[in-house]
C-alpha cells in the first residue's frame, strides 16, 4: 500500500476526506488551526495545511475508487505516473502538526542576528533574524535558505 496525493476541487479537502472514510480508503488531511477575523468577531477554526489535496493510502489497483467521490479531481502526477508519497513524509507532517510551541520572544535583535531554534522540528537549526511586524517574527533558516513566519 503507497500514499498517493489527490487534487480536489477548491475548499473541498475535508468533505473529501470524509466521503473517502466511508469508503474504507485510509485518507490524511492535514488540518491546521487558524484564527479568522470578521468584521464583529474572531474564530479559530480547522484549516486544511495543503490547500486542494489530501493524501489517501490504498493498493494500485483501487486507485480508481478514489473517483466515486464528488470533488476528487485527479491524482498529483511525477514523471507521468501517479506520485507516490513516501510513508515517512507523511509522519514528518502529522509530527510537525502535533508540536506545540510556547510563546516566542524576541528582544534585542537586529536584523541579520544569528539564532538557534530551541524547539521544534527545527530544533538545534541556525536561522538569521529578518524583522518583527506586529505578531509575527521573520527568520531565514541558514541551512535550508528557507523563511521561516513564527505567529504568536
Not at 490524511?28 to 480547522?46: F, G, H, N
Amino acid at each position: 500500500m503507497n500514499w498517493f496525493a489527490l487534487y480536489t476541487k477548491p475548499r473541498n479537502e475535508k468533505k473529501v476526506a470524509e466521503q473517502l472514510e466511508k469508503l474504507g480508503i485510509e485518507v490524511y488531511c492535514p488540518l491546521v488551526a487558524v484564527v479568522k477575523q470578521w468584521s464583529d468577531r474572531k474564530k479559530t477554526i480547522q484549516q486544511p495545511l495543503f490547500n486542494s489535496y489530501v493524501f489517501v493510502r490504498l493498493e494500485e489497483k483501487e486507485r480508481d475508487k478514489v473517483f466515486q467521490v464528488p470533488g476528487v479531481v485527479r491524482y498529483l502526477f511525477w514523471l507521468g505516473k501517479p506520485a507516490i508519497v513516501r510513508d515517512d513524509e507523511v509522519k514528518n507532517i502529522q509530527e510537525l502538526l502535533l508540536e506545540s510551541y510556547k510563546e516566542v520572544v524576541v528582544t534585542g535583535l537586529v536584523p541579520g542576528s544569528k539564532v538557534t531554534l530551541d524547539e521544534g522540528v527545527f530544533k538545534g537549526q541556525t536561522a538569521t533574524y529578518i524583522e518583527k511586524k506586529g505578531n509575527k517574527t521573520i527568520l531565514v533558516l541558514d541551512s535550508l535558505g528557507m523563511t521561516l513566519i513564527l505567529e504568536r
